[in-house]
């Protein structure tokens, strides 16, 4: 089964969960509790399908690795944001979890401690997720092209 097209989708998702992070926290802090707790949701849900979809796409290539060609700064400067999305990325989960957990407890102002992290991290894993796909998908100089590996 062909399944090239999950980085597009997976990249897409990652935009879809910012744009409800975005949204979500425009929700809360405008007092609109239950519209905030439906795109927050909502934001779990697309970021755990897109985990899914990203094992998938992995374990079908037998978990290699796509590599980043280019040298020097560039290549410096990739791996940092990758370093930084894989490492953070780890905490998503856990972190969305919590904040749910939370939620529904109604332990909302532990809720909302953890939510002046969690939001960042979350944010900025979406976000550099997609940078992450633009750089191996449509930047990425082919092996062996000058400035590259």
């Not at 992070?21 to 779990?44: E, P």
């Not at 897109?50 to 280019?70: D, I, P, Q």
């Not at 972190?95 to 944010?123: D, E, F, N, Y």
Request: hydrophobic share 55%; charged share 10%.
């Amino acid at each position: 089964m062909d399944l090239s097209f999950l980085p597009t989708l997976n990249a897409s998702l990652n935009a879809v969960a910012a744009c409800l992070l975005v949204v979500g926290r425009q929700l809360v802090r405008g007092g609109r509790i239950d519209a905030h707790r439906r795109v927050m949701i909502a934001a779990f849900v697309v970021s755990s399908l897109f985990l899914l979809l990203y094992v998938l796409h992995k374990a079908s290539r037998g978990f290699e690795n796509t590599s980043f060609h280019a040298e020097g700064a560039v290549k410096a400067a990739y791996l940092l944001l990758l370093f930084s999305h894989v490492t953070l990325a780890m905490t998503v989960p856990p972190l969305a979890i919590a904040q749910i957990v939370l939620a529904v407890r109604g332990r909302i102002a532990t809720h909302r401690r953890l939510a002046r992290w969690t939001w960042p991290i979350w944010m900025y894993v979406s976000v550099t997720g997609v940078a992450i796909y633009v750089a191996l998908y449509h930047l990425n100089p082919p092996a062996g092209a000058p400035g590259s590996l």
